[in-house]
Structures are given as C-alpha cells and as structure tokens.
C-alpha cells in the first residue's frame, strides 16, 4: 500500500475535520472509496489515527492506497 499525504479540503475545514484517510484503488479519491474521518473529539482519536496512518493494518485488502488529509 502507497500512502499519499494531501491537506485538508475546504469542506473538511468547514466541517471540523482535523485528520483523514481514504482507502482507495487509485491515486485520487472515488465516490466509493471509504473515507474515516476524525474531528480529534473522538475517545479513541490517537489510536484510530495511528492505525490508519499504518499501512501495513490494510495488507491484504484490495486497497492500493491510502490517501491521508491533515492541516
């Protein structure tokens, strides 16, 4: 799995967003990718964060890349 780092979008300012990951097949972000999310309110926000910025938790999925949004 590739991780690519990209900022935030607009919307995902807006939104309160302060860190996401795409698990995608391609280098950009589909319609059907699944998107996690966290506004860092989360209980749990360090260690979901960890583990989605670990590629190797997603060895062996059909994902290729792991797209990674933060400010």
Do not use: A
């Not at 919307?11 to 795409?22: E, L, N, V």
């Not at 995608?24 to 910025?53: A, F, P, V, W």
């Amino acid at each position: 799995m590739i991780k690519i780092t990209k900022k935030l979008t607009e919307d995902q300012k807006t939104r309160g967003i302060i860190f996401s990951s795409c698990l995608s097949e391609s280098r950009e972000e589909m319609k059907n990718d699944t998107i996690h999310e966290l506004t860092g309110k989360e209980e749990d926000y360090n260690e979901q964060r960890e583990r989605l910025l670990n590629p190797s938790f997603f060895n062996g999925s059909h994902w290729n890349f792991n797209i990674v949004r933060s400010s």
